[in-house]
């Protein structure tokens, strides 16, 4: 009994010391951390009545922000920006904004990794096509 309970000291004295040494960290499988924010630039022309839906993976949860970045040639009209989820062939709106400018940024939590999209569109301000920047970070 007595030589059970020295190697069991034995054994978490070695383990302190272990972890002492590797700065107190462990690399824990079930919680990784996850890794910096990720940047993705999309753009493309919006037309009257028309919309605009990138897909995107995000490998983490956290936030995720979506910003026009830029709309026309500094066009002051209003257009709709949204985050949503992507199920392989239809985004499904979780934030919108109906009233984005150029500048105008959405923000969102992903509670879990997975698919998700942004969207442009037109709210009925448009009168010809004109050239969009979004730009997403997500986890």
């Given at each position: 009994m007595r030589r059970s309970i020295s190697r069991t000291f034995f054994a978490l004295v070695v383990a302190a010391s272990a972890a002492w040494a590797c700065g107190g960290t462990s690399n824990n499988p079930f919680n990784p951390t996850p890794p910096?924010?990720?940047?993705?630039t999309f753009d493309g022309t919006l037309t009257p009545n028309g919309a605009q839906t990138f897909s995107f993976p995000a490998n983490y949860s956290g936030t995720v922000t979506a910003t026009l970045t830029s709309f026309g040639p500094d066009s002051p009209l209003t257009v709709g920006l949204s985050?949503?989820?992507?199920?392989?062939?239809?985004?499904?709106?979780?934030?919108?904004?109906?009233?984005?400018?150029q500048g105008t940024v959405v923000t969102a939590t992903s509670s879990s990794a997975g698919s998700l999209c942004v969207r442009v569109y037109d709210v009925g301000t448009l009168t010809e096509a004109l050239p969009f920047i979004v730009t997403v970070v997500h986890p």
């Open positions: 910096a924010p990720e940047t993705l985050l949503g989820t992507w199920s392989g062939s239809a985004c499904t709106l979780v934030v919108t904004n109906d009233s984005a400018t």
